[in-house]
């Protein structure tokens, strides 16, 4: 199985109370980092054999029919529903609820309103933040709604520039990740950045909270390389069912083995789904 050497920016040993302070323009990071570089394996030869239920990720063909993903308007007319119909046929939940989407691009992204490459290895909801939203977002989007037994976190991502990808993303196994890894990264909107971001916090105040990840050699990540607009990468980011794949740690990374003519440019799709 062919690799690339990827260099990957893992939470630092010393570096274990995570918070992230966003303030009007302004805000702080807690967390320390340290780059190590892992073999990142190519998956494209046995890419029909994911499965979300046993790798927490899987690569699906899945053509839109929105013509210009860096137009607000038409993303938000077109896309939203195919993503909800598509998840929805995808995992069987009762319900889909939007989390919203980004764009990211490797260079200049505030060309088209996008955000940068999100390089740090990481799962966007943590099972305590994960929890606390989806809470929060059923009684919001289904105030009349029976209730749930189960809510899945996934992403859809898509990329819409040409290949070949300078920043892909990288994917690790979740049977590579034990049960007690992952440290949460709580988030705060504030009205200020506090003096001491380390400082006792009221954790009432607490928006959610993601998960960061000291390195491991254990870990076992793969990437899919020359994608196109017409597949994405289903991942979950956390599932109530631990029976099953319940997260995926994933970032983006160089791939030194690229010299793209087009920086990468990608949407990202944050959905919840619910099963009565």
Request: with cysteine; proline share 8%; hydrophobic share 40%.
């Amino acid at each position: 199985m062919t690799a690339v050497p990827g260099e990957l920016h893992y939470l630092a040993p010393e570096s274990t109370v995570l918070r992230r302070f966003t303030a009007p323009g302004a805000s702080v990071n807690t967390g320390r980092y340290d780059s190590h570089v892992v073999p990142i394996r190519n998956g494209r030869p046995v890419q029909d054999t994911f499965r979300m239920v046993t790798h927490g990720f899987e690569i699906v063909p899945q053509r839109s029919a929105v013509s210009d993903f860096t137009d607000k308007a038409e993303v938000d007319a077109v896309y939203v529903p195919e993503v909800i119909e598509f998840v929805k046929a995808r995992t069987g939940a009762d319900e889909i609820a939007s989390r919203g989407w980004v764009l990211r691009r490797s260079a200049a992204p505030a060309e088209n309103a996008s955000q940068p490459q999100a390089a740090l290895v990481h799962i966007d909801y943590g099972p305590e933040g994960a929890a606390m939203t989806a809470a929060r977002v059923y009684a919001e989007q289904f105030p009349d709604g029976p209730g749930y037994r189960r809510a899945l976190a996934t992403s859809v991502w898509r990329v819409f520039s040409p290949p070949p990808q300078d920043w892909p993303l990288a994917l690790c196994d979740f049977r590579s990740v034990r049960g007690d890894e992952g440290l949460p990264n709580q988030l705060y909107f504030v009205d200020r950045v506090p003096e001491d971001p380390f400082a006792a916090v009221d954790e009432s105040e607490m928006i959610t909270s993601g998960s960061e990840f000291h390195y491991s050699p254990d870990h076992e990540w793969w990437y899919f390389p020359n994608m196109n607009r017409d597949e994405v990468l289903f991942f979950v980011f956390h599932d109530s069912d631990h029976t099953r794949a319940w997260r995926v740690v994933h970032t983006a990374f160089r791939d030194p083995t690229v010299e793209a003519a087009v920086p990468r440019h990608s949407i990202e799709f944050r959905t919840f789904a619910f099963f009565h």
